[in-house]
């Protein structure tokens, strides 16, 4: 398991490995939305905490189907399904990696990003714990659609359409608790919850994710 | 035919939208079920010969 | 008389041939009636009006486009435990007829919602709900159609439903939760059945009654047709390898 993350790890990190794409992916989503709704700093601050979730979501499910693709086409999928270690923790080690390399980055970027959208200064650290809680279960979610859809030749819009709509819970508790920060409030109710939400999908969701690759190896 | 008031557009934009849908999606399985029929009768008479 | 039996295929179909047109003609017999009572024969409602004609058709597809999905998660349970091949045709054949459904309470709600609020859409959490649900109908009948090997699809288009049926009952209640947290006054829904009067639920009943049959006649004829699809399927196989062999 530990050999698996590692190996994920470097191979993310070796040149054309990805990392880094999703990190400038939410930069460039982020600048984007200004252009979209124009220039003024109230209506940005408003809407800052909505935007860097969504942003940070899509980013994150931009290199959601690497997590088997390529282990699928080589050959070694199968390999790891037949090693010693159960294909639960192969899943779990994978996604993990994944959140390594998406998730960390994004939740640190954040707070530039969040200066350019001008958010409220009390808001800050909750961005970050909220993103910091959440990626790990947009990551494992990520790697249950990248496991359905790992047999399909360019799964990958049909990847983010199955994966979307699973999201919408982890976004709505991540965004209220940033935007309940930036209007004052606690923020202790979103977070427990969003931690909740982390914590059974990580504990259930390699369950089903290690099934179905079953079925797709088959 | 009830005097529908200001909801007329409405109750009757619902009533042809749904009974739209509901046709439209009877049609599509009934004519679905038909060429898949028939198909497949062609195939078992070409198994028997 | 077990569902059990049913798991032949040929017996599924020696069945529900007949029954197929009967279905068809009280479900669609039914609606006609309820419709007409509904449309004619109900007076205006106090505070909506004659725009409360809309309930006759918005509750029960809303009611069905729910129920449709569990149908579909009940039929995919099925098929994973037990291998019922024609549960997972099943829940393949209901899952158009639900996304309709849904389509159906999404626009007479739009209807409505104009008519009685002053606006087509409002972000309240069974809206919400329901937009989401649709979404879910799209993912999971992409997934039947990307996949060409028909019992892969079936498994995972299965695990889908079952992982999606989780997420979607925790997004109505995120829904909820979320709505709350942007405007308080979500008094704007209109509960349908706690203040519908007899003379409205009368005819509401015969309307649910109507839309649940049709949705059992479209489901059975739409499953035969997946049955008839598949084994032209295994037929064609089988002849092209007897070809080989010749």
């Known amino acids: ?218 | 035919m009830p005097d529908l008031g200001i909801y007329a557009f409405a109750v009757l934009a619902s009533y042809a939208v749904t009974l739209v849908l509901l046709a439209g999606l009877i049609g599509l399985s009934l004519r679905q079920w038909r060429v898949v029929k028939a198909v497949l009768e062609k195939v078992e008479q070409d198994g028997q010969d | 008389m077990s569902i059990w039996e049913y798991a032949n295929p040929k017996k599924f179909t020696a069945t529900v041939t007949p029954i197929i047109p009967w279905a068809f003609g009280i479900g669609l017999g039914l609606l006609v009636v309820g419709l007409i009572w509904g449309f004619f024969f109900t007076p205006a409602e106090n505070r909506q009006g004659e725009s409360v004609k809309i309930i006759y058709l918005h509750v029960p597809s809303a009611f069905l486009a729910i129920n449709a999905w569990v149908m579909m998660l009940v039929a995919s349970l099925i098929w994973v435990i037990r291998r019922h091949h024609v549960s997972a045709l099943a829940a393949k054949a209901a899952a158009p007829v639900g996304m309709v459904m849904t389509v159906i309470a999404l626009a007479t709600g739009a209807l409505w919602g104009q008519a009685t609020w002053g606006t087509w859409w409002v972000w309240d959490p069974r809206l919400t709900s329901f937009l989401i649900l649709f979404l879910f109908y799209l993912g999971y009948l992409a997934l039947w159609e990307a996949i060409p090997d028909p019992d892969t699809a079936a498994d995972l288009t299965a695990i889908m439903c079952i992982v999606g049926s989780v997420f979607a009952f925790l997004s109505r209640y995120a829904a909820i939760y979320w709505a709350q947290g942007l405007h308080q006054d979500a008094s704007l829904s209109l509960d349908a059945e706690e203040n519908v009067s007899d003379v409205f639920w009368q005819p509401l009943v015969l309307c649910l009654v109507a839309f649940g049959v049709l949705f059992v006649a479209l489901v059975l004829l739409r499953t035969r047709t997946e049955i008839a699809k598949r084994r032209t399927l295994a037929l064609q196989a089988r002849q092209r390898r007897a070809e080989v062999r010749v």
């Open chain 1, 1 to 218: 398991m530990k050999a698996v993350f590692v190996r994920d790890l470097r191979l993310a990190f070796r040149a054309g490995g990805g990392f880094g794409l999703a990190l400038a992916f939410f930069l460039i989503v982020v600048i984007l939305v200004p252009f979209g709704v124009g220039p003024e700093t109230a209506v940005l601050r408003r809407i800052a905490p909505g935007i860097l979730w969504v942003a940070a979501l899509l980013a994150c499910l931009l290199s959601l189907d690497r997590i088997f693709a390529l282990d699928f086409e080589d050959g070694s999928l199968p390999l790891l399904a037949t090693a010693p270690v159960p294909l639960e923790g192969v899943v779990l080690a994978k996604a993990a990696a994944h959140w390594v390399v998406t998730g960390v980055p994004l939740a640190c970027a954040a707070p530039a990003l969040a200066f350019l959208l001008n958010m409220e200064g009390g808001a800050y650290l909750t961005l970050v714990m909220s993103l910091a809680i959440g990626t790990p279960a947009l990551s494992m979610i990520g790697a249950f659609g990248a496991a359905l859809t790992v047999g399909i030749k360019r799964g990958g819009l049909l990847l983010s359409l199955l994966v979307l709509p699973l999201y919408v819970p982890v976004l709505i508790f991540g965004a209220s608790a940033v935007r309940r920060a930036a209007d004052g409030l606690s923020v202790a109710t979103p977070l427990l919850i969003l931690g909740a939400i982390t914590l059974v999908v990580v504990a259930v969701m390699p369950l089903a994710a290690a099934a179905v690759l079953r079925i797709n190896l088959r």
